[in-house]
C-alpha cells in the first residue's frame, strides 16, 4: 500500500512571503499526484494535480507543485501567500491496489498566514 | 448543478445506535469513496465502490457497512459496533479513469453522545 507524509503539521507564514509544504510518498511505481485544500468545515478542493508530462504543475490560486521521482516529493509552492490561503492542506496518491483505484491522503498541513 | 450531496450536515445521536448518512452524486461519476476525517490524522478510507453492487473494505472499514445500490448513490451506516463514531464524515467520487481526481461533498459531522 502507499503512504503519503507531510511532516509539517503547521505552517505560520507572513503575509506576500514564500511558502512550501512539504510531501513526499512512499513508492516510485505508477502513482497520480495531487494536492486539496480544505476549509473550515467543508470538503476538499482540487489545487493541482500530477499526471505525467512536465514535472512543474501550477494549480489554482497561484499554486503550483514539482514532482520528483527520485526523491518521491511532490512539495507545494506558493511566492506570496495571501490571508485567503489560510486553511488545510492535503497531498494526496491514487494508485492501482488489485484492480481497484485506492487513493491514500497525507495527514495534512495547517497553513496560517499572518497579517 | 453537479455535485456531491451529503445529508444531514450535522447529526447527533445517542451511544448503541445505528445512523445512515447520505451521498448523492449527479456527475455520473462510476467511483465513490467514504473517508473519516479526525484532527491530525488526515483523511482515511473507510469503504470505497467503483462500480454499482460492488464495494471494497479501506482501512478503517470495521464498525461502517454501505450499499451500492444506484450509481449515484453510496449510502454510510455507522453502525453501534464502532467504538468511537464521533467525526468528521467526508464523501467523494471520481470518474473511472485512474487519472481522475475525487470530488468532495461538503462533509457530515456526527457527534455520538
Known amino acids: 500500500a502507499q503512504s503519503v507524509t507531510q511532516l509539517d503539521s503547521q505552517v505560520p507564514v507572513f503575509e506576500e512571503a514564500p511558502v512550501e509544504l512539504r510531501c513526499n510518498y512512499s513508492?516510485?511505481?505508477?502513482?497520480?499526484l495531487f494536492w486539496y485544500v480544505q476549509y473550515p468545515n467543508q470538503g476538499l478542493q482540487l489545487l493541482l494535480k500530477y499526471l505525467s508530462g512536465s514535472t512543474l504543475v501550477k494549480g489554482i490560486n497561484g499554486f503550483e507543485a514539482e514532482f520528483n521521482k527520485s526523491q518521491t516529493s511532490f512539495h507545494l509552492r506558493k511566492p506570496s501567500v495571501h490571508i485567503s490561503d489560510t486553511a488545510e492542506y492535503f497531498c494526496?496518491?491514487?494508485?492501482?491496489?488489485?484492480?481497484?483505484?485506492?487513493?491514500?491522503f497525507g495527514t495534512g498541513t495547517k497553513l496560517q498566514v499572518i497579517p | 448543478d453537479g455535485g456531491i450531496t451529503q445529508s444531514p450536515k450535522y447529526l447527533f445521536r445517542k451511544e448503541g445506535q445505528n445512523v445512515t448518512l447520505s451521498c448523492e452524486q449527479n456527475?455520473?461519476?462510476?467511483?465513490m469513496y467514504w473517508y473519516r476525517q479526525d484532527p491530525g490524522q488526515g483523511l482515511r478510507l473507510i469503504y470505497y465502490s467503483q462500480i454499482v453492487n460492488d464495494f471494497q473494505k479501506g482501512d478503517i472499514a470495521e464498525g461502517y457497512s454501505v450499499s451500492r445500490e444506484k450509481k449515484e448513490s453510496f449510502p454510510l451506516t455507522v453502525t453501534s459496533a464502532q467504538k468511537n463514531p464521533t467525526a468528521f464524515y467526508l464523501c467523494?467520487?471520481?470518474?473511472?479513469?485512474?487519472?481522475?481526481?475525487?470530488?468532495f461533498g461538503e462533509g457530515s459531522r456526527l457527534t455520538v453522545l
Open positions: 467523494a467520487s471520481s470518474p473511472g479513469l485512474a487519472s481522475g481526481e475525487l470530488f
Open positions: 494526496a496518491v491514487r494508485y492501482n491496489s488489485g484492480g481497484y483505484q485506492k487513493v491514500t
Open positions: 456527475l455520473n461519476h462510476d467511483a
Open positions: 513508492s516510485s511505481v505508477s502513482v497520480y
